[in-house]
């Protein structure tokens, strides 16, 4: 053929031989796939160079190949990377150092604001419907709050929890981190941590309370604590996911983009339902109230407080609403976690290295604790508070209710699992 035609004469050059048997000659290829602007794709457990018309920017989409292609010559390289297949001696020789990718910089900047006011909304949307829904309407709130539960437990479990096991589990680390237990551990210690400081604000409300065990300023401590509890772990992976966005190389980039908008929108629901619902404490309001056949709050003029001549008003005053500005400014926290761990990845863009055992240990651990962190709230003050407790709103709800809630709450878990297939 023509020097210049589309299709040239196959030559395979090989890399200097480490034994006496010749390398098979490649029929077909697979797992295209860039360092650079360098192609490289998979026969076998083998890696090549592709060279000559191979040298666009973006590889082949992975798959199988016969040959010849577009591109005609390639060159057999030693491993540098791990892949699915590869042998054992291959995956010895993986490479921790850092690898040059290509990054549209102007596109993650631009699309750092993009995140944030997806966020934000995720967030917000639910407080400022909760005033205005109409009674009737109510069962959407419902769902919506089911609906956040199982983006929390599914969170933890399969972006947390599975995340951090990579990152311990990395080759990187082989010789590093000799406990298999170690994600678990760090899971065990989120949840210890979250329970101590959930138990240690309740016991502090009951004391500000006069010692009253029944106060209703304590359970309101307990609704404002939880809340407070789930943003923290919330915050945490929230940063960490806007490094890992920005980190990733441009031919995924765009994928990974888009599935990072439907899980901070998920969250943000997940966090903006329960952040409406909060009601404001005030201890010193309540003087007794030990009378009271629950700590449910109970609103001025009800039967039960009155047939007590103790003024139901004060108890009334010990549960109004947060204030929506505070709301706002819950939901605004939230939303700015994410584009700050963008912006902190757009800051160390050029010198960022994944593989360093160092970043691999920091990371793991912070996903591990967010994950028992999520796990303790989205379990224990999420799911079972509102179905199984006293004063749960689907302790005794009706069938209709329970099953809307039923559903919500496994697609919460199913369509966050989902996205778990690429974050």
Not at 4 to 27: D, G, M, N, V, Y
Not at 223 to 237: C, N
Not at 391 to 408: F, H, I, N, R
Request: charged share 10%; glycine share 10%.
């Amino acid at each position: 053929m023509a020097p210049h035609a589309r299709r040239q004469q196959l030559t395979i050059t090989t890399a200097p031989p480490t034994s006496t048997t010749a390398s098979p000659k490649p029929t077909a290829i697979s797992d295209c796939h860039n360092h650079g602007a360098t192609v490289f794709c998979m026969f076998g457990t083998a890696e090549y160079q592709i060279l000559g018309q191979a040298s666009a920017t973006t590889p082949p989409t992975p798959g199988l190949y016969g040959l010849p292609q577009p591109w005609s010559r390639y060159v057999r390289t030693p491993p540098h990377c791990v892949g699915a297949g590869q042998s054992e001696g291959a995956a010895s020789a993986v490479s921790c150092g850092r690898r040059d990718r290509d990054y549209n910089i102007p596109l993650r900047i631009g699309l750092l604001f993009v995140v944030l006011a997806t966020s934000f909304l995720g967030a917000a949307v639910p407080i400022f419907l909760t005033p205005i829904l109409p009674g009737r309407l109510g069962v959407i709130f419902v769902i919506l709050k089911q609906f956040g539960t199982g983006v929390i437990i599914s969170t933890a479990f399969v972006h947390l929890f599975t995340h951090a096991s990579l990152m311990f589990g990395n080759e990187c680390l082989k010789d590093q981190i000799k406990f298999e237990g170690t994600t678990a551990a760090i899971v065990m210690a989120g949840l210890v941590v979250s329970f101590f400081v959930d138990y240690g604000c309740h016991r502090l409300a009951k004391s500000l309370a006069g010692g009253n065990k029944t106060a209703v300023s304590a359970k309101l401590n307990d609704d404002m604590v939880s809340v407070l509890i789930l943003e923290a772990g919330i915050i945490f992976h929230s940063i960490l996911i806007g490094l890992t966005l920005v980190v990733a190389g441009d031919s995924f980039f765009v994928t990974l983009f888009i599935v990072v908008l439907f899980h901070q929108m998920f969250e943000g629901i997940a966090l903006g339902t329960r952040i409406a619902t909060l009601r404001q404490h005030t201890p010193s309001s309540v003087t007794d109230v030990s009378h009271l056949p629950s700590v449910e709050p109970k609103t001025a003029g009800s039967s039960d407080g009155g047939s007590h001549g103790t003024p139901s008003l004060e108890v009334a005053s010990s549960s109004k609403p947060v204030s929506l500005w505070k709301k706002l400014l819950m939901a605004a926290i939230f939303g700015i976690t994410t584009p700050i761990g963008m912006a902190i990845g757009i800051g160390v863009l050029q010198h960022f290295n994944g593989k360093d055992p160092s970043t691999l240990v920091a990371i793991g651990t912070l996903d591990a604790l967010s994950a028992g962190i999520l796990l303790w709230v989205g379990l224990v003050e999420m799911w079972a508070r509102d179905w199984i407790f006293g004063g749960g709103e689907l302790v005794d709800a009706g069938a209709a209710l329970t099953t809307c809630a039923s559903v919500g709450l496994l697609a919460g878990m199913a369509l966050m699992s989902f996205l778990g297939k690429w974050a």
